[in-house]
């Protein structure tokens, strides 16, 4: 009971906004809503009331997350949802965590599920404490948060983030926050005044205000709590019993406390087992008499401290209470009687031909806690290899790791500590969990003897090398596969020699060596010599590099392919993800690239590759797609790389993807979002994506009307942009900014020939767009991106033929395939048009059309609001009708005008003719025009259309 139902009614406008909510989601749009709060404040009341609420044709999901041991269980979260589930021909009930699929199909497999249910009604999923979710449930329902707008509301409550220790919580939570539709009701203890209303509802009676003031210093408003503190006083009680301790623990532990023996020991048998059990199962556990055990469940449950659910399970009726027992015990204590736990569950899994994984599970668990470390480590490695079984891929590496810890503990073990390490680097290889397998290759290479081992330590220098780069911790360098090399020369004839050969020529093509074809072909010769799968597909991958760097698409196909068969039969997917990217550079075509990418990914999905391994295509795919501006498939591009935990290459990449396309759809709060989580995951590396994060940083800052840090953001990223870089981009973003704060000069009237000296400066360090390295820009495409930089030096400059010459750079764009830009030379060629005394009209129609209907298509309301509104404001019709102007215009503070002038200039703003004007404000139109032509004078605008746009000083997209 997080909230009593009293407290409700001082939480009305907070159940509002969530019933509001679900009414947007009943209505198709998309919406997850992330209660958080303290606990006892009030989360989970407040749910289950929106639940109730949305009426009977609502297919209402309830499930709860578990503390303790169930941290460790795979999709224990999800299973529980289930159990509230409709079961029917139509819908049946996913089988989660059975093994019937691979653990990263699992999201999939219950988003179609739900898919299918949102087509037979309006569906909410309520899933409660969510801190204490598996990882496995958390990368289920992130995926069903970022689908597709549907008939379909989330609701999750969460503690506020304050416990440090809960990574996995809290790393979920800072990535769904920048997902869209996605919300957080932040629920705060009650202020005294709702504190007081609800002790009069509790006593039935106004409380004295003594009494208010002793339980609110003593609950500082917590709901909850205060229920607790205020049960069994009389309606005139001026103050709390003394002997009720002040903390929250306290408390609970006075309630627990109340029990008799007999319910005390049962519940702290319950609250080890860390999971809602039946009477049977308790009386097995406690090993009493069934009456015995049945008259504790009825006094625990007649307290308020347990409830019994509609399966006759058993948990505590508030979660707090569960920790509260377990610190109520001593050390001591707690070790006999998790070891007492353990000896059952051993018990129950030896009576069981094939035993539940929760059961191996917890036999694990609870031998680690009773201190028994070697028993555990044994237990610990089976139920390893049980949630593995079941798909509990995150589990199993969780229950690995713990293991390596606790065998580190025990010097004299017959468990080799290298045995283990090579266990987890295999694990989490065939997971795609790079960041563990880093941290096992590392743990193998401390304990390596090199001289006695010196093809395995190739080896593992090799993999570090390509996790150091997966994990953003560097580029591959050609020094390091000479160390592997100069370690495999051991055995000139190894598979181990052929890979470090072919990772030297895979970096020696980067460095621009001479030599690295050469050296490419010798370990391809090697490797196929060898006759080891491995070594044949990075070698053959580091061949793709050189014919994609050739653009012989001819040749990548026929690479990848080899690739492909040699990678899945390696089980080793990162070779198909390398060649992959230079088979689509190969093409020379952004959008047959983006094809490319996105057969090579389903490919691997159908394969069974990890899903760190399809989320990083998926990442580079949703790139492509985005600059074509497909945005149906840039969005599912993202979805699929965040379908799960994407590894930290995907994770980051994806992340600039989305924060880009926000931007440039003027989402600016959006786009800084997806910004900010891509630089807490890199954690001040973004050197490792200097360029990119450069060209990103300046669009956010761009969408934010903050022109001078988005030039600093792409002149930092020009000039440290490596061969082959993103210059070509980032110098046309940089002179954009330069334009902008030209602009903002000419409109202030100040700071003008500082302003234009910073673009005749930047000119001249940059007479070019590209530096050029492997892989450059398609020819079509830096010929459009150069004109759009030659535009922005010539709008900055103001000069009369920009219109023109963004009428030129849209052609280009478009030849180029470049539809964002294309748009975007079209609004600025609309605006160079209607605001310049010599512009065409006819041009700034023909450009105002063709610009709104890209914008539109591309969601980029902040360039159609704009094109629509200057078209609007000259009467030129986009859509076969005159364009609306602004409607409630909000005229800038242009300085010495008089108050009929300002007036007028609304009218002008919203886009009247004078006629209009005249007629509106009962004078002639002379007189309106005279007054037009002292506002054109006064501002030093051109037309009316350059006056409307200084006078509404919209910001620059």
């Known amino acids: 009971m997080a909230l009593p139902p009293e407290g409700l009614v001082a939480r009305a406008s907070e159940l509002s906004s969530m ?74 009930r996913p089988r989660l965590g059975s093994g019937d699929h691979p653990p990263e199909y699992v999201p999939v497999l219950f988003d179609d599920w739900i898919d299918v249910l949102c087509r037979m009604s309006f569906v909410v999923v309520a899933i409660d404490d969510l801190q204490w979710a598996d990882r496995s449930t958390l990368d ?166 347990l409830a019994r659910d509609s399966d006759g399970r058993f948990w505590f009726h508030h979660p707090l209470i569960a920790e509260v027992v377990i610190r109520a015990i001593t050390p001591g204590q707690a070790r006999r009687r998790n070891a007492r736990a353990a000896e059952l569950y051993e018990a129950a899994i030896a009576a069981e031909e094939t035993a539940p994984v929760d059961w191996l599970v917890s036999r694990a668990v609870h031998l680690d806690r009773a201190g028994e470390a070697e028993a555990a480590l044994s237990a610990g490695l089976i139920a390893a290899d049980a949630a593995h079984r079941v798909g509990g891929d995150l589990e199993m590496l969780h229950l690995l790791r713990r293991c390596i810890e606790l065998r580190r503990g025990l010097p004299g073990s017959a468990v080799p500590l290298q045995d283990l390490l090579l266990r987890l680097r295999g694990a989490a290889s065939e997971t795609g969990a790079v960041t563990v397998e880093l941290e096992a290759v590392d743990g193998i290479l401390d304990g390596l003897d090199r001289e006695a ?56 093509v980067f460095e621009r060596d001479p030599a690295a074809s050469a050296t490419v072909d010798h370990a391809v010769n090697v490797a196929e010599s060898s006759g080891n799968d491995e070594a044949i597909a990075y070698s053959l991958s580091a061949r793709g590099l050189i014919a994609g760097a050739r653009y012989d698409a001819d040749e990548s196909r026929r690479l990848g392919d080899l690739v492909f068969e040699a990678s899945t039969r390696a089980r080793d997917f990162w070779p198909v993800i390398r060649c992959a990217i230079w088979e689509g550079t ?58 799960s935990d994407p590894g930290l290459l995907a994770d980051v990449s994806v992340r600039l993807t989305a924060a880009r396309m926000a931007a440039m759809q003027s989402h600016a709060s959006e786009a800084a979002a997806h910004l900010g989580r891509a630089d807490e995951l890199v954690d001040g590396r973004s050197g490792y994506l200097a360029t990119a994060f450069a060209l990103v940083r300046a669009h956010v800052h761009l969408a934010a009307g903050e022109p001078d840090a988005a030039f600093s953001a792409a002149k930092q990223g020009v000039d440290h942009a490596p061969a082959g870089g993103m210059s070509e981009w980032l110098v046309p973003v940089a002179a954009r900014a330069l334009a902008d704060l030209a602009q903002r000069a000419r409109d202030a009237g ?74 975007y030379a079209c609004m600025r060629g609309v605006e160079a048009e209607l605001t310049h005394r010599a512009g065409s009209r006819e041009r700034a129609a023909t450009l105002a059309r063709r610009g709104v209907e890209l914008a539109r298509q591309l969601d980029a309301v902040g360039m159609s609001d704009t094109i629509e509104s200057l078209a609007g404001g000259a009467h030129i019709p986009v859509d076969g009708v005159p364009s609306q102007a602004m409607s409630e215009p909000g005229v800038g503070q242009l300085p010495q005008l008089t108050a009929r002038e300002r007036e007028i200039l609304e009218h002008i703003v919203a886009g009247r003719t004078y006629s209009e004007i005249a007629r509106t404000l009962v004078i002639s139109e002379k007189t309106v025009s005279s007054h037009v032509s002292n506002l054109l004078r006064k501002t030093g605008s051109s037309n009316r259309v350059d006056l409307a746009r200084r006078a509404t000083r919209a910001p620059q997209r």
Not at 750 to 775: C, K, N, Q, S
Request: glycine share 8%; aromatic share 4%; net charge negative.
């Open 19 to 92: 019933l509001a909510a679900l009414d947007r989601a009943r209505s198709g749009t998309a919406t997850s809503i992330l209660i958080m709060g303290e606990p006892g404040v009030g989360k989970s009341t407040l749910m289950n009331a929106a639940c109730d609420a949305v009426g009977e044709d609502a297919i209402v999901l309830r499930g709860r997350c578990l503390p303790l041991s169930s941290l460790n269980v795979p999709f224990l979260g999800l299973r529980d949802l289930l159990r509230s589930a409709p079961d029917g021909p139509e819908a049946p």
């Open 140 to 305: 289920a329902l992130m995926y069903l948060m970022s689908g597709p707008a549907r008939a379909l509301g989330i609701m999750a409550t969460v503690r506020d983030g304050k416990d440090s220790d809960n990574e996995p919580i809290a790393r979920w939570l800072a990535d769904v926050r920048a997902l869209p539709g996605v919300s957080t009701l932040e629920m705060t203890p009650f202020d005294r005044a709702a504190t007081t209303a609800q002790l009069t509802r509790l006593l039935g009676d106004l409380p004295h205000e003594s009494l208010v003031q002793d339980v609110f210093e003593r609950t500082a408003g917590n709901p909850y709590l205060t229920t607790l503190v205020a049960r069994g006083l009389p309606a005139d009680a001026r103050a709390i019993p003394s002997e009720l301790p002040p903390d929250l623990q306290s408390t609970l532990r006075h309630d627990w406390h109340r029990l008799s023996e007999a319910g005390r020991e049962l519940t702290t048998m319950l609250a080890i087992g860390g999971r809602p059990m039946t009477e049977r199962a308790l009386a097995a556990v406690m090993e009493s008499q069934a009456d015995a055990v049945a008259k504790a469940l009825i006094e625990a449950v007649g307290l308020g401290i």
């Open 453 to 508: 081992e010196p093809l395995l330590a190739a080896e593992m220098l090799v993999r570090r090398m390509h996790l150091r780069f997966r994990n953003g911790r560097g580029f591959m360098l050609s020094a390091d596969a000479r160390e592997a090399l100069q370690l495999a020369e051991a055995d000139p004839a190894s598979w181990q020699y052929a890979l470090a050969l072919a990772e030297l020529g895979h970096t020696q």
């Open 586 to 643: 190969a093409l020379r075509s952004r959008r047959r690239g983006a094809d490319s990418l996105a057969a090579r990914r389903s490919q691997l999905s159908r394969a069974g590759a990890p899903h760190s391994c399809v989320a990083t295509i998926a990442a580079y795919e949703a790139a492509e797609w985005l600059i074509v501006g497909d945005i149906p498939a840039v969005r599912r591009g993202v979805r699929a790389a965040l379908g």
């Open 750 to 823: 100040t700071g003008l020939d500082h302003a234009l000296a910073r673009v005749a400066a930047f000119e001249l360090g940059h007479p070019d767009i590209l530096r050029r390295g492997i892989g450059e820009t398609p020819p079509v495409e830096a010929v459009a991106l150069l004109a759009i930089y030659r535009a922005e030096i010539v709008r900055a400059r103001a000069a009369p033929e920009a219109g023109e010459r963004w009428e030129r750079t849209s052609e280009l764009c478009r030849e180029a395939g470049l539809p964002w830009d294309e748009a």
